[in-house]
């Protein structure tokens, strides 16, 4: 049984990566000349990754789950191995690939995610009542955020942690023990940000960041201001001015309050719906392939909307001090080859779903 391809899904997803190139064009235009021609470099090879992953039968990524986490801990690994792994502003993060670098932990997020949509569908019966079906993927995520932690990235391993929980509770998860892996988790990242001197003057800035405007809080601050000058409908593009070496990494993490700035609260709140559409269109099709019984389809697309989510929840967050300072780019549209083929890579597996289509139906029998 066919659906065939969610236009309208495709239509939201192209018009974020539009966007998405015009204000990286917008963002870099004090920095480099030659940046915006790397983003289409990247923007081509992603939409190579995109349609590579669509070719892929999703049998060929059931049978080999488990090798996509072994490789999520060799990478990992490797990007810890001096000599093999890049290290940049004190961070260990990358593994050199001649003339481009691989980012581990965006590799991290496809491959955990296409293991854990196998771990699930074999065990999904007995997630609900079964205490070590439930611990097992909980320790292979543990492992893999330990390795996280090392290079350091904390921001990738909230995203992953809350992903896997979330997949966990639509897998059938006991709302006790749900809420009790949520308290255990977030327990343990707030001792990590509270033991690490940097992360615990993250959270000191979070609360009153003009305290230090011109020291921790100075690009919370520039974000907020770039906010402020946008007013309703923003400066216009290219109009910005806290692009202009006041507010770091503007073409990258900080990118929505660019967008904020030059396009107002009309054009954030247009690129908030956008991604509120994408994410909730790809829950759809979970939600459809669950109670059809194809679980390893729908667990995969659930995977990438929350994965998506919960990406742009914090990216936008920190944006507007709503949340502590995390590296994370916002999906689609921040500059950054790593995260971009990544993530259209994920969207891949979504779409190969949606080809592949809803199997017929079981005796009527609902998966979810």
Not at 20 to 46: D, E, N, P
Not at 143 to 153: G, I, K, N, R, T
Request: proline share 3%; glycine share 12%; hydrophobic share 55%.
């Amino acid at each position: 049984m066919s659906r065939g391809i969610d236009q309208v899904l495709v239509l939201c997803w192209a018009a974020i990566l539009a966007l998405g190139t015009v204000m990286v064009a917008s963002a870099s235009v004090a920095i480099s000349q030659t940046l915006l021609l790397k983003h289409g470099v990247f923007l081509v090879a992603s939409l190579a990754a995109l349609a590579f992953v669509m070719c892929i039968p999703l049998a060929w990524w059931r049978q080999g789950h488990r090798v996509a986490w072994l490789a999520a801990m060799v990478l990992c690994v490797l990007v810890l191995v001096p000599g093999i792994g890049l290290e940049a502003n004190g961070a260990r993060r990358w593994i050199g690939l001649g003339g481009f670098s691989l980012q581990a932990a965006e590799a991290c997020k496809f491959l955990l995610l296409v293991y854990m949509a196998g771990y699930l569908e074999r065990f999904h019966d007995g997630i609900r009542d079964d205490a070590q079906a439930l611990l097992r993927p909980l320790a292979m995520l543990a492992m893999l955020a330990v390795l996280l932690l090392l290079q350091p990235d904390f921001g990738t391993t909230v995203v992953l942690a809350a992903t896997t929980c979330g997949l966990l509770f639509v897998a059938g998860a006991r709302l006790r023990h749900f809420l009790a892996i949520v308290a255990v988790g977030a327990a343990l990242l707030g001792a990590l940000a509270i033991l690490q001197p940097y992360r615990l003057q993250r959270l000191v800035t979070f609360v009153d960041p003009w305290e230090f405007a011109f020291g921790s809080g100075y690009q919370l601050t520039q974000a907020l201001i770039a906010f402020g000058r946008g007013e309703i409908f923003g400066l216009g593009l290219g109009e910005g001015i806290q692009k202009l070496f006041y507010l770091p990494e503007a073409h990258n993490d900080f990118i929505y309050a660019v967008i904020a700035e030059e396009l107002g609260l009309v054009g954030a709140l247009v690129v908030l719906g956008l991604f509120a559409l994408l994410v909730v269109r790809i829950l759809r099709l979970g939600r459809a392939h669950l109670d059809a019984g194809d679980a390893f389809g729908g667990y995969l697309a659930y995977g990438v909307g929350l994965l998506f989510g919960i990406q742009c929840l914090i990216n936008i967050g920190v944006n507007t001090g709503l949340l502590p300072t995390k590296g994370l780019t916002l999906p689609f549209v921040s500059y950054g080859g790593n995260s971009l083929m990544v993530s259209c890579a994920m969207l891949g597996l979504v779409l190969r779903v949606q080809l592949e289509g809803l199997p017929k139906p079981r005796g009527g029998r609902r998966r979810g």
